[in-house]
C-alpha cells in the first residue's frame, strides 16, 4: 500500500474534527479550508488523470459534497469535461456545502440528480459522497451510487476516505466504493490502514491543507503507523567479542503428527532472525526431517509433557503453537509451557487451546515473563468469546482488549495488522501483501518474534520490529516470486537482508 504522509500518528473521526476546529479558531475560515481541499483535489486529479474525457463527481451533503463541487468548478474553469451528479437536492445544503454548490454553478459546471443520470462509461469518477462521519451502511441512493461507481470500472479518485468505510475501524456495513487514489484531508484516518481499508483505498496521499504543524499539538492519538527505519535501531550492534550464548535460546514447541513442517519454519525464522540458539521440541517421527533441512537446529522428540519438562531448563524462551494441533499431547505441550514461567510467543493452536480453557494461565507468571500473542481474527474471536465479523468490526478494540485480557502484547494478524501492547499504543502495519494469504506465513511470524525476545528486545518492541520485518520480507520476497506464488520460506532469506 502506497502512502505519502510524513507523520506517522493516525487519527480517528472526532480527533480529525478537533483538529479542523482547532484550525478554524486559529484564523483559517471554514470556506477556505474547503477550497484547500477542492483546489488539493483538483491538483491530484489532473497530475495523475491528465488526459480524462470527462470529470464525474458524485456528491453528497457536508463538507464532503462540498469538496466535490470545489473541484467540480475549478475544472470547469480550465474548460475541462466535468458533470456533478448530485445526491442531496440544492435546497437540503447548507452552510460552506450550498456556497461550494453555487460556485459550481457560477462556472457552468453541469449538474443532475442522480435520479437523471446514467453511469459514465469513460473518463474519471471523483468520490464526494459520505465523507468520515459515516456509522453503518449507507442507505437509498447512495448505496445505489456507490453500486453504480463500482460497476463502471473506472478510476476513481475518493476525497477524504471512500464512501462506506468507517474511518475509525476500516469495516466496512454495506456498499463501499472501491478507489483507486484516496485523498486524506488534514490527517491519516485510522481506518484507511487496516480491515477493509487497505483494500478500498488503493494510492493514499494525504493533504494537510496547509494547517500548521501547532495545531497538531492538542491532540495526542493512540495509534501510530509502524516504520522498519524507525524501529531497526532497537536491534544494537554486536560487539566484537559477542558469543552466542549472549543472544538467547529459542525453543519451538509444536509440530504435532503431520504438522512437522510449521515447527521447522519457526525455527529456522528464529535463527534467521539472530537468536544464538534454537531447539524443537516436537513428535519424534519429525526430527530426521529437521535435522536433514537445518542441521542448526537441535530437535528433540517428546512424546509428553512428563519428556518436556526436564528440557525447559535450557531455552531462554518458548514460542509455542506452530504445528502443534490438539489433541492431548498438544495440551500437555502447552500446559508445560505455561508452567514454566519462561517468556513466551503463543500462536495457531496454542491459542486456541488457551481460549479453550483447557490451560489456565498463570497470573504470576505472566507478571515476571512476557507473553507475546499472535492471532488471526478467527483466533481472537475466540480468544474474547466473540465473532469473528465482531472482531473486524473494531479491530482496535479487540486487539486492545485481547492484550488487556492476557495482559500480553499481541499483534492481530490481516491486512494492516495492529500491534498492541500494556503502553496502550497501537501501531499499524502498513508493509505486507496479499501473497501472505498462504500456509506457514504466521509460523515464520512466530520464530522471528522468538528471535528477537531472545537477543533482549522488550516483548512491544519485538512485537512491533517483528510484525514490520514480517511484512517487509514478504514484499522483497514478492518482487522476486510475485504475491500468487509467494511460500512463507520464501520470507526467510530476506530477514539477513533486513536485521
Same mark, same amino acid.
Given at each position: ?26 484564523? @483559517? !475560515? ?27 463527481? #458524485? ?48 462556472? =457552468? ?74 485523498? !486524506? ?46 524501529? @531497526? ?46 531447539? $524443537?521440541?516436537?513428535? !519424534?517421527?519429525?526430527?530426521?526431517? @529437521? ?11 517428546? $512424546? ?5 519438562? !526436564? ?45 479453550? =480453557? ?47 485480557? #492476557? ?43 522468538? =528471535? ?39 520470507? @526467510? ?7
Amino acid at each position: 500500500m502506497k502512502i505519502t504522509a510524513s507523520s506517522p500518528y493516525l487519527y480517528t473521526a472526532s480527533e480529525v474534527y478537533a483538529l479542523d476546529a482547532a484550525a478554524i479558531a486559529g484564523g @483559517i !475560515p471554514s470556506l477556505q479550508l474547503m477550497k484547500r481541499a477542492g483546489r488539493a483535489a483538483f491538483d491530484l486529479l489532473v497530475e495523475r488523470f491528465p488526459a480524462a474525457e470527462l470529470i464525474s463527481v #458524485y456528491c453528497g451533503a457536508g463538507k464532503n459534497g462540498g469538496d466535490g463541487y470545489v473541484l467540480a468548478a475549478l475544472a470547469a474553469q480550465r474548460l475541462l469535461p466535468v458533470q456533478v451528479i448530485q445526491l442531496t437536492a440544492p435546497d437540503k445544503l447548507t452552510g460552506e456545502a450550498k456556497q461550494a454548490y453555487e460556485f459550481a454553478l457560477q462556472e =457552468g459546471v453541469k449538474i443532475l440528480s442522480f435520479a437523471q443520470a446514467t453511469a459514465s462509461s469513460t473518463g474519471v469518477i471523483v468520490d464526494a459522497l459520505l465523507g468520515i462521519g459515516l456509522r453503518g451502511a449507507p442507505r437509498g441512493e447512495f448505496a445505489a451510487a456507490i453500486e453504480q461507481i463500482n460497476k463502471t470500472g473506472l478510476p476513481v479518485l475518493a476525497l477524504d476516505i471512500p464512501s462506506g468505510l468507517n474511518a475509525d475501524s476500516g469495516a466496512v456495513a454495506g456498499a463501499v466504493v472501491q478507489a483507486q487514489l484516496t485523498l !486524506p484531508y488534514i490527517a491519516l484516518k485510522r481506518g484507511l490502514l487496516t480491515g477493509r481499508g487497505p483494500a478500498v483505498c488503493g494510492e493514499l496521499v494525504l493533504a494537510n491543507l496547509d494547517i500548521p504543524a501547532v495545531t497538531y499539538d492538542g491532540i495526542s492519538p493512540a495509534v501510530e503507523r509502524l516504520s522498519l527505519n524507525d524501529l @531497526i535501531p532497537l536491534l544494537a550492534p554486536r560487539a566484537a567479542d559477542a558469543h552466542k550464548g549472549d543472544f538467547g535460546h529459542v525453543m519451538v514447541i509444536g509440530g504435532d503428527t503431520g504438522f512437522g513442517g510449521a515447527a521447522l519454519m519457526a525455527a529456522e525464522a528464529a535463527a534467521r532472525t539472530g537468536a544464538g540458539k534454537v531447539s $524443537v521440541a516436537t513428535r !519424534p517421527e519429525h526430527v530426521p526431517a @529437521i535435522l536433514a533441512r537445518r542441521p542448526e537446529v537441535m530437535a528433540c522428540g517428546v $512424546v509428553s509433557g512428563q519428556e518436556l519438562e !526436564p528440557l525447559l531448563a535450557r531455552p531462554t524462551l518458548l514460542v509455542v503453537g506452530p504445528g502443534l494441533g490438539r489433541t492431548p499431547w498438544s495440551e500437555q505441550m502447552l500446559q508445560q509451557a505455561v508452567k514454566s514461567g519462561l517468556p513466551l510467543v503463543l500462536d495457531a493452536d496454542a491459542l486456541n487451546i488457551l481460549a479453550e =480453557g483447557r490451560v489456565v494461565p498463570v497470573v504470576g507468571h505472566q507478571q515476571h515473563s512476557p507473553w507475546l500473542l499472535t492471532p488471526h481474527p478467527a483466533e481472537a474471536a475466540r480468544l474474547l468469546g466473540i465473532t469473528t465479523a465482531e472482531v473486524q468490526a473494531d479491530r482496535f478494540a479487540a486487539v486492545r482488549a485481547i492484550s488487556v485480557r #492476557y495482559k500480553a502484547s499481541v499483534i492481530l494478524k490481516g491486512a494492516g495488522s495492529l500491534v498492541a501492547s500494556s503502553d496502550g499504543l497501537i501501531g499499524v502495519v502498513t508493509d505486507g501483501n496479499p501473497g501472505m494469504a498462504s500456509g506457514g506465513m504466521g509460523d515464520v511470524l512466530s520464530g522471528i518474534l522468538g =528471535g528477537l525476545l531472545a537477543q533482549g528486545l522488550t516483548a512491544p518492541d519485538a512485537a512491533r520490529l517483528g510484525a514490520v520485518v514480517h511484512a517487509c520480507a514478504a514484499d522483497l520476497a514478492a518482487e522476486d516470486f510475485g504475491q500468487r506464488s509467494l511460500l512463507a520460506t520464501d520470507l @526467510i532469506p530476506y530477514l539477513g537482508q533486513l536485521l
